[in-house]
């Protein structure tokens, strides 16, 4: 079961800030390949496997598996490259990314053990090739995958988490409205807090 909130964040470094504030769940997902990629996701795994958290390893499913990480994450066109039978073999846990139909068919007839639609909001983070999917897509979504677990992501903020869950997702990822606060520390712990206080 993942837990009700959790950041991306792009370096160990946001890994050993993040963990104390009480994460359960952290996703590294690293844009740029550095030549430190290697040893920024052993660290991850280190500080994860210390503090009873876990760690979800967002594209390089390769390095992930060498370094006996137990989950990664796909984008569609990550899927396109990846050994998703040299994964499950391995016993590592598997999250996918969806923005459309075919995609989430893509994505369930592989058996994924949850499910990540977005953007919902708008995002700075990124250019996105699909316009916002708002509220309603989130019930979509939902009623589609039925038990499997529903992230949803993209624009979120504490102060839309409350319509993101009503909506029916499952989890909550959040990226800007943690790295980019001016108290990036507090504002993980009051993520944390809402998270815990859904029922």
Known sequence: MLP?????VE????????LPCGVRLIQLR?????ETLREQIRTA???????GAQLVVNDYWQIALEEGCDFVHLGQGDLDSA???ALRRAGVRLGLSTHDEAELERALALKPDYLALGPIYPTVLKAMAFA???????????RRIGARPLVAIGGLT???LPGVFGAGADCAAVVTDIVR??????RMRAWVAAGEGVS
């Open 83 to 85: 050994d998703v039978p």
């Open 181 to 186: 606060h001016v108290d990036p520390e507090a």
């Open 4 to 8: 009700r909130v959790y950041p991306i």
């Open 158 to 160: 504490l102060e839309r």
């Open 132 to 142: 916002p999917q708002g509220l309603e897509r989130i019930g979509q979504w939902k």
């Open 45 to 51: 795994r280190e500080l994860c496997a210390a503090a």
């Open 11 to 18: 370096s160990a470094g946001w890994v050993a800030r993040l």
């Open 30 to 34: 690293i844009k740029e390949r550095p």
